[in-house]
T-cell receptor
Framework: GENVEQHPSTLSVQEGDSAVIKCTYS??????FPWYKQELGKRPQLIID?????GEKKDQRIAVTLNKTAKHFSLHITETQPEDSAVYFC???????????FGTGTSLTVIP | NAGVTQTPKFQVLKTGQSMTLQCAQD?????MSWYRQDPGMGLRLIHY???????DQGEVPNGYNVSRSTTEDFPLRLLSAAPSQTSVYFC????????????FGDGTRLSIL
């Protein structure tokens, strides 16, 4: 099956700084790469996603970049705010799209 | 639109007991799935379904059964609960298979004593 590695496992930044989380995957046929945010005790919620035919996608303060050759993709959060504090998960689907493989999560703390 | 509804929210079982976790969605989504979330391990796929009458195994299917008799419902059955099945279980759905955003339920926190 797919092998997804996510780094770092914890990340602390000062409010206003940027945060970057990186995931690597093993299956070159993977074609969909979503990012989820999970607040303590809550459900995971999709924040941004990217498909294999696109190299970068932005949504206000959040962006995702994809390097298919190197098989890694990254989440970028700019101008971080305390409400960005949460656990972030990357995910990858197989080429059939039926199975999602999640990274182990990054706990982001934004210090006011 | 309630989205994805899971019941119960909390459950404590004794080793060897069986139970069913319920999941229902009202978005007419074809694809539904079950995950377990353990500390430090992210979410792992247990079983999934691409439509009524069709189910398949995910990454960690042992000890669990599923069925999909309707588009709306996708129950997860624990046949004989073991302490290793203590976890938080999430149900998710998407419009169809093939790289679509998933909508998660609120989760069921299950403890096996």
């Amino acid at each position: 099956g797919e092998n997804v590695e996510q780094h770092p496992s914890t990340l602390s930044v000062q409010e206003g700084d940027s945060a970057v989380i990186k995931c690597t995957y093993s299956d070159s046929a993977s074609n969909y790469f979503p990012w989820y945010k999970q607040e303590l005790g809550k459900r995971p919620q999709l924040i941004i996603d990217i498909r294999s035919n696109v190299g970068e996608k932005k949504d206000q303060r959040i962006a995702v970049t994809l390097n298919k050759t190197a098989k890694h993709f990254s989440l970028h959060i700019t101008e971080t705010q305390p409400e960005d504090s949460a656990v972030y998960f990357c995910a990858v689907t197989t080429n059939t799209g039926n199975q999602f493989y999640f990274g182990t999560g990054t706990s982001l703390t934004v210090i006011p | 639109n309630a989205g994805v509804t899971q019941t119960p929210k909390f459950q404590v079982l004794k080793t060897g007991q069986s139970m069913t976790l319920q999941c229902a969605q009202d978005m007419n989504h074809e694809y539904m799935s079950w995950y377990r979330q353990d500390p430090g391990m992210g979410l792992r796929l247990i079983h999934y379904s691409v439509g009524a009458g069709i189910t398949d195994q995910g990454e960690v299917p042992n000890g669990y059964n599923v069925s999909r008799s309707t588009t709306e419902d996708f129950p997860l059955r624990l046949l004989s609960a073991a302490p290793s099945q203590t976890s938080v279980y999430f149900c998710a759905s998407s419009y169809r298979e093939g790289s679509q955003p998933q909508h998660f339920g609120d989760g069921t926190r299950l403890s096996i004593l």
